[in-house]
């Protein structure tokens, strides 16, 4: 395929699915501050109440691109999600923002005097754990998605403290109704991103014990990811919305610009909020307990990568970082032959994505990828 020069005008509309999360910042920001329209694009942004819902809209083309847990093209390259198959990844939309909540009585059966302001490993829960597998009952634990990193996060969680997978529960509940289990005492506990831990401490039914930064710094949280063959199709109008989405990030870096964000992301269109549950975490605060003073995390949410001067990037160090961690955890499940062909730059493109940087819209508005 040629990609010196493409003249085509993007779609008149294009859709983009999201979940009400915080880190869907970047699109909600590319919206409200009108830069989809700036290079072309008419855009409208999907709520989505579940990521197998996000899943099957982008596998049936009822959306045109969706805000993805990183995990997820790669278990369709995989063969272990096949709705998530023939996925491109080029753009990390945010790294970290996810925790580990536990309910106000696990804390007061296990963790009453532990200090969460540097974030805890989950030791504190073996003598419970264990009075429990006497009685042939375990703990109950939540997160969001099977291919996640969160249901990774919790894994890891859990394995650096000694406790093995099976002396826990883990179950599969989508990120907004979290709270309500937990409330409802069918959970212990659960990894979810923003802003449902500041929720559930803000409504005194939780505490925070970690975040995904003490388990795993700076990974890649979230990818925009579309079909191959909407790419194929369009590529300018792939390229305009990345360098929007690009944008939104960079405006983002500015923390002073962030508190804005949680305003437009408090609206009822997006998160439907308060804004004092959003607003901590994209301030660099983690609330752990009702009352207490939060604790400091400065890269909480972060939206571009630290290390390269504001990229968006899917860096091959850090997917095949994702990778291993993947590996480990479904290596029963994973088709050897399938493992030998997978190419980590087919799914997560670094190749798409500096073709997209390199992108420009003339000024009598035909778009155009300049060399």
Known sequence: MNH??????????????FMPLTDCAPLVVAKELGFFKEFG???ELVKQNSWASMRDKLSAGVIDMGQLLAPMPLAGALGLDKQCENLIAPFVLS?????????????TKSAIGLNFHQGSEASYLKPLIHEL??????????????????YLQLQSYFQQAGIAQSDVNIVIISPSNMVSALRQG??????????????????????????????????PEKVLAFKKHWYLQQPDTAYALLKAVQRACRWLEVTA?????????????????????????LLGSCLTFPGAEPRSVPAYNRFTCCHEQGSNRPDNHDMSQLYRYFKLSFADQLDQ?????LKLEDIYSTALYDRSTNWRMQSNSALRLVK
């Open 95 to 107: 790294r970290n923002g996810n925790a580990i909540t536990i309910s106000r009585d696990l804390h």
């Open 41 to 43: 694009l008419d855009v």
């Open 337 to 341: 032959k399938r493992l030998l062909q």
């Open 257 to 281: 610009n962030r508190f804005e964000a949680a305003r437009m992301l408090s609206k009822r269109d997006y998160l439907n909020t308060a804004i004092d549950i959003i607003a901590p975490s």
């Open 186 to 219: 069918d959970i212990d506990g659960f990894c979810v991103g923003g802003p449902y831990n500041a929720k559930a401490v803000r409504e005194g039914i939780g505490v925070t014990v970690a975040t995904s930064i003490d388990i795993w710094p700076d990974l």
């Open 133 to 150: 597998k006497q009685k042939g009952e375990k703990l109950t634990f939540a997160t969001v998605y099977p291919y996640s990193c969160h």
């Open 4 to 17: 010196g020069h493409f003249t085509s005008m993007p779609t008149p509309q294009c859709k983009i699915g």
